[in-house]
């Protein structure tokens, strides 16, 4: 029979650190620290593939693994000599979740399981501690009945909330062990109310309750949640780990931490974390008090300190990676409830990464892999522009939990930041925040919260994601029922109100009044420079470029280290305010000689616009893009005109001047509209498609315009002249977008070699290499790639428009239901955020090894904007890309990605920071 | 060097029979008859190679081509004892175009080369008949001066019928020998004045031009455009034939004409033709005098008669095929001037495929192979319905040129027929039709002459597009300049003017004024039914199935031999105006219990329609596709809403009241349109596309709104019950359209899996067998169809959108560049017409490969309008599908290419009957 249940405890495990998908996380770290010897309180792990078998099976546990559980308890009896439910020496466990990957905060834990009116006498008696005894007492029934019996939480809370007011107590600890009693009596009494049923006695019933609730977690709202935003399978499942309780509130000699091994925000080679003296773990963590730092331990009992100084030091050279543990000091004695590789932020991530290289820890390799790409993002995102912060008012200064620079506009709930994301960028500001806020805090530019510590709910989640965030601004009041948030500053009392603006500074924790300027990120200096260089070592030939279509945008992507520009899209040129009226007349006209005449007027502007791209990319590559969009896009839109022309009957003189104003350009006066509109309404109607998307676009406008692609070509080149004559090395290469085949290629192409030639011949430059290539955007330029490479120099993967003409599905449109279609399954992830590779994937495969064929130089690369996503970036590697091109901003993440995939190889998927 | 220049003549020949794709077809016919001894005036063909070569050497042929030409031409010389251009005894000749495949009066043809002002002396001598001499040297220079030297036919009438009025000529053979001779120097001056030179009296630079001018004919816009309709590839090429002169317009012991083996028109195996005395060749299909019949012939000659009749049979059996022949009798001696397979008629070539098999001329897999199927289509016409006839009156009987009733209305020229059918159905009246009507005559319905016999331009032209034509009505007046057409019937005239109804049977000849009704063909009687069932038997067990969406269309396809229903399309059914309201409630409804409420009125209905379509396939399959469109298809248009909410503030009443009607089934009262519209527009606007064809349909609307799947299989086992327990044999099979991969499939299967269960399972009939499969339309469906087919039990290619999403292009709005892309030789054909087996087929064929891989037994069809198509319906039977399914009228068609394809096994293409 499949083992299912793992003990562990008294320096041995059934387990080991390795078995994550078995054992979860915190179960590996659990075996592992056994193993070690280290202080750890014994239990076992019930083994992920319980939680599947648990939904497959109606929602129960097989007997067979129940027995086998049953035989763990045992040896756990044996190992603690007490007995669960026993009323003399009863074993207290607590119940938590652990799966492979770490969702903090997401999933169910119950502490201090196998209390009941008879144990806790025993526990009362042992302890000699009654206040102790009841305290527990009381913790289990709540997380029990909210957890497992789903009696709400403030249920609990009024009864509490009720006794503390009867005895006048401020604190929790002001109540005394009676008044506790007092308080299990209304929770009995609660419980029973709101199930029918009193609290179950029977020890080992309350054990498959809370195990079965565990498993019943992995499936709640926010792990769902959490899971889709960090791409983590539905169906890894969790374990369950049942450990022998230890004590931290057992009273002041008693303690309950959580740490790192280094600062996970900034990466600094520091003992970091927080404690909470006479509390359990989830007291530290939930922000309800805020904790000391760690470095208080050493004077609060250096003993102690010292021991977990070493253990931690020792599990990080263990696991080669920067370790988050959580331990209990009971009565004086330190164990170790956790530890696991720590999450870090982005900034943090790369820093640990290169010092432990520089410590010998890790091989450079190794380093590369550690962080996730995305990660880098961090350390790219704008911080507050310094002369704003000195014009602005500093608020506060809270803790610096995740780094980045936020400007936004209030909000005080999920909810309220959801609807208000929609129109600005908006700050999260609440107390504290709770998993359920999860789905504001994705949308928010930036959290504050007032209380909680650098491991609180928000500085955890925040860094997750890589939004700024300062926490525990404890001297700012939020009033989130009022929607006010105040604070006193210099004697001044401050208010600001839902939709006032507010800068935060997540890397020094500043919070400022106001709307500050914010400066861009550099890429190119401290840590993340050796790193990158790294990066660039593994990836070798495999090119980074950038998407960029002006020269600012040029300039930034070389200061990202892109290598070139892989897609300029000529048409953002066109829609600029000085050029779209040439454009429109271009369009308008009914003959190829006016057409002609508005081209000549655009040449010039495109002429300067290329200049300027070549002289950045002095050196480098720059792929030019012929005209792609419709140009219906370019002038009115036709519902408009025909609402226009239907109330022109109606109009007066004064809705008249308004029509003027609107259509001036195409030659409106008062007394001419009844024949401007409609006849505007005409051509535009004679460009209305049914599916711009699968319309005339692309290749298929020079094909039946020739001469916009000419004119385009001799922009193109006038500019390689005019830049190339001034020393800059030039090497443009000119992308025809849409093509089906290869005969529109060919047609495309003849047009612009010819200007090509005749341009480059007369600046006698005969010999100035440039290429003609095309993007592969359409299933059929895919499907027959072996004939287009005949003609093609070079094959540019535009996977937007191969997604969606591949999956038959609009970007625009797909909104509507992607939601859905992401919850059941039926799309792992937004195809258009992460390429597809087992669908859109095969056509780029095959329109690779057929490219390549019958061409073997083929230069091929993407540019679409899963060329800065690392999965997809990766997949681009292995198929034997020669290049991706992306947003400037994602330029670093797409060379670390590649750098990733040259090291992994052949392997498919580079591992998670687990 | 490779041999450019083939002689034939004196019982031998260069070449024969089989080098149609070197000489052409005239020129092998030649060359063959010249091998079987027959009388045919020697010459020479110049290959279709050279006009290849003509047009990639900028218009001139190679020198060393010329020498071959001068070559032949000596040879010629030497077998005539005659000479080009000598002024005692001068060689005339003949110049002519011969492409591979017949394009009759597309290309050019010069008569009489070699006539100058000294060797029409020669001639005037040699002949005895000046009259004759210089009959044929206006000729020439009246065909050499238009075709190669491009002055405008009409200068040449204007000179010749000055010269009729002069004379005061009634007939063109009024004219005397001298009166010729005045219209030689008016055409010889007219040359002058409009060249800028004399007429090239030089006979070597006469051949020259002329080959040169043939070989341009190629590419005039008659010739491109009769070539895209037949789909004939354009580097083909023109071969040219150059050959003795024989003159039919020697005197009254001479005629031209030309013939049948069989009837073309019906098939009947009766010598059929054509002739004039005192004529040349193009006399008799130009049109200009309506000839004899071929049995005159018999009185007129009976010696040459039976020499023609014992020939042509030996060419037939030579053949084995129908010939259509062309002969000249020049001072009572035969000469044959060409044979070839003849063109004909559906009916006629089913009838000489069956009766030829009857004969023992040929086999079975040949008749088969001999008709292609595209013809079909005309034996499955409507004809006038008798009753009609008889209320109708009777204009006119001319001759049954080409069969099948037609009615329209009148047009009279080719420009104003194809701005007419736009409107509506158009009969084309002309006296005669030129090669320049060919558009017009494209879009006309049928078309009726009052010239010309069975082989003038109109028949020819009619029996090849399947356009119904009666031709030579000679008691008709077409008075084209007048627009108007009148005849005297009973005494009494009557006038039509362009636009009124006219009504023709081409098969009886007869011309009705007014609108006649008409019948449905009926494909199961007479020699077609021998033909079918052949075809079936090639066939063997690849399927025919037909699109139909309703019982009458059902019982329809049965009878067209369809072997069951390969796609009914619901949502048909909700367009109905019964129907579309409750549509429309489901679609506005805002929760799914509303939505439940509005499908629960629709089930009845749906399964009304599926028990008719069951009942009408008794035994055979049926596949019901569940609902395909966007829902706004079914709401008004957003345009047309926003125009009204922008015009309400200046309703007035009246308006009010038109917008209450408009809007009355959402209701809408005049006090409450201020809500009513704009609330329609808002759900309008929710549901607005951008590019529909990608957007919220198909499964991706059953998966969203599952209640619609549930309703509609219901409605289908609901039907398949209720049909089956009256002992019918249901075959159902459901099918889910528009997936992207195995999962939307899993989903949608699984509703239809639980409602079929629980219903058949109800009705005691577990084990009534039905399949669940899906259409394949999106790339990613194809190229995961391994996945896909796990799920599958059936595939069916849904190949206009597959074609839509391979090539990125939309239906609807390709029109706008669609010419221009055939122009420019981008697509070959229209690839929504023919499958692009190139691209769109290299996914189908993955998919019906990958797709059998993983499920052996998995049923694979089409179901997209290239199922009835010849070429696609071949290559679906060549990559192994089961069956095809077409519109009804298409499913003979289909029958016969999938025998043709059965036939020919793995060849990639049946030979285009030639």
Redesign the interface.
């Known amino acids: 029979m499949t083992k299912n249940v793992y003990s562990f405890g008294n320096g041995t495990a059934d387990g080991d650190g390795k078995m994550k998908d078995t054992l979860g996380g915190k179960g590996a770290g659990l075996a592992e620290m056994c193993r070690a010897k280290l202080p750890v309180p014994p239990g076992f792990t019930i083994s992920t593939q319980v939680c599947n078998i648990y939904f497959d099976n109606k929602f129960t546990v097989p007997a067979e693994i129940d027995a086998q559980m049953m035989d763990a308890l045992k040896k756990l009896e044996g190992r603690m000599g007490q007995k669960l439910g026993d009323t003399s020496n009863p074993l207290l466990v607590s119940v938590r979740s652990g799966a492979k990957f770490s969702m903090p905060g997401m999933m169910d834990t119950i502490l201090n399981l196998g209390l009941n009116d008879e144990t806790v006498k025993a526990v009362v008696a042992k302890s000699n501690n009654p206040r102790f005894a009841y305290d527990c007492y009381r913790r289990f029934l709540q997380m029990y009945g909210n957890v497992v019996l789903e009696v709400p939480k403030h249920d609990f809370d009024e009864v509490f909330d009720g006794q503390k007011k009867k005895a006048k107590a401020k604190l929790d600890t002001d109540l005394t062990a009676e008044d506790l009693q007092q308080v299990i009596e209304g929770y009995k009494k609660l419980v029973q109310k709101k199930t029918g049923k009193p609290f179950p006695q029977d020890a080992l019933a309350q054990l498959t309750g809370a195990r079965d609730a565990v498993f019943g977690s992995w499936f709640n709202n926010r792990a769902k949640h959490y899971r889709k935003m960090n791409q983590i399978p539905d169906d890894l499942g969790t374990a369950v780990n049942v450990q022998a309780m230890v004590f931290g509130n057992l009273g002041e000699t008693s303690a309950t931490g959580v740490g790192f091994t280094r600062n996970p925000a900034t990466g600094e080679k520091a003992f970091y974390g927080e404690f909470l003296e006479n509390a359990q773990g989830e007291d530290v963590v939930a922000g309800i008090r805020t904790p000391h730092p760690i470095s208080d331990l050493e004077k609060w009992n250096p003993a102690v300190y010292n021991q977990l100084k070493e253990i931690t030091t020792s599990l990080e050279n263990h696991y080669r990676d920067i370790q988050d543990f959580e331990f209990t000091i009971q009565d004086g004695t330190l164990y170790m409830l956790q530890t696991r590789n720590g999450k870090r932020t982005g900034p943090a991530a790369v820093r640990i990464a290169v010092e432990m290289v520089k410590e010998g820890l890790i091989s450079k390799e190794e380093a590369i892999l550690r962080v996730d790409p995305q990660q880098l993002d961090q350390l790219l995102h704008p911080v507050l522009d310094p002369k704003s912060k000195k014009e602005l008012i500093l608020l506060a200064k809270g803790l610096p939990a995740s780094p980045g620079a936020s400007v936004g506009m209030i909000a005080f709930t999920a909810e309220a930041a959801v609807i208000a994301s929609k129109n600005g960028p908006v700050v999260l500001v609440r107390k504290e925040t709770q998993p359920d806020d999860i789905q504001g805090m994705e949308v928010a530019k930036g959290i504050l919260t007032s209380r909680g510590g650098m491991t609180s709910h928000a500085a955890v989640v925040c860094r997750g994601m890589g939004t700024p965030c300062v926490a525990g601004a404890e001297s700012v009041t939020v009033a989130e029922h009022k929607k006010l948030v105040s604070v006193t500053v210099g004697g001044k009392l401050i208010t600001l109100k839902e939709g006032d603006w507010l800068s935060l500074d997540g890397s020094t924790g500043e919070v400022f009044a106001g709307k500050a300027n914010t400066i861009d990120a550099d890429p190119s200096s401290g840590v993340l420079k050796s790193f990158m260089e790294w990066a660039d070592e593994f990836r070798g030939k495999f090119g980074v470029r950038a998407n960029a279509d002006i020269p600012r945008d040029a300039k930034v992507a070389r200061k990202f280290g892109a290598e070139g520009i892989g897609l300029c899209r000529t048409e953002h040129m066109f829609f600029a305010e000085d050029r779209i009226e040439f454009m429109q007349a271009m369009i308008l006209a009914r003959d190829e000689k006016s057409r002609r005449k508005a081209l000549l007027k655009l040449l010039p502007m495109q002429k300067k616009d290329f200049a300027g791209l070549f002289t950045a990319m002095n050196g480098f590559p720059v792929v030019i893009r012929t005209l792609d969009p419709p140009l219906h896009e370019f002038l009115p839109k036709?519902?408009d005109l025909?609402?226009d022309v239907?109330?022109l009957p109606?109009a007066d003189i004064k809705k008249k001047r308004e029509l003027v104003a609107k259509y001036v350009k195409f030659g409106a006066e008062v007394k001419n509209l009844k024949t401007v509109i409609p006849e505007l309404l005409k051509r535009v109607e004679e460009l209305h498609?049914?599916?711009?998307?699968?319309?005339?676009r692309g290749c298929?406008l020079g094909?039946?315009y020739p001469e916009i692609t000419e004119m385009q070509a001799r922009a193109i080149f006038e500019a390689v002249v005019q830049v190339a004559k001034k020393g800059i090395k030039v090497i443009p290469e000119v992308m025809i977008p849409?093509i089906?085949?290869v005969?529109?290629l060919e047609?495309q192409k003849k047009i612009v070699v010819d200007v090509a030639n005749e341009i480059l011949g007369k600046a006698g430059l005969k010999d100035l290499k440039y290429m003609v290539g095309t993007m592969i955007?359409?299933?059929?330029a895919a499907?027959?790639a072996d004939e287009v490479a005949k003609e093609a120099e070079f094959f540019s993967f535009g996977t937007n428009?191969l997604t969606?003409?591949?999956?038959?599905?609009?970007r625009?449109?797909?909104t509507?239901?992607s939601q859905?279609?992401q919850d059941?399954?039926?799309f792992p992830a937004d195809p258009f955020a992460v390429l597809?590779q087992?669908?859109?994937g095969?056509?780029v495969k095959m329109a690779v090894d057929l490219g390549r064929k019958t061409n073997p130089k083929l230069e091929i690369g993407i540019c679409g904007e899963h060329g800065g996503e690392p999965s997809s970036v990766q997949f681009c590697y292995r198929v034997g890309m020669d290049y991706v091109s992306c947003s400037p901003f994602r330029v670093p993440i797409a060379r670390l990605a590649a750098a990733q995939a040259a090291i992994s190889g052949d392997k498919t998927e580079v591992s998670r920071t687990a």
Chains 1, 2 share one sequence.
């Open positions: 036709r519902e025909m609402v239907a109330i109606y498609e049914f599916n711009p998307m699968l319309g005339h298929r094909v039946t849409l089906g085949g005969k529109e047609n955007e359409i299933p059929r499907l027959t428009d969606q003409t591949s999956m038959g599905l609009s625009d449109d797909y509507k239901f859905e279609y059941k399954k039926i597809d087992e669908g859109v095969i056509l």
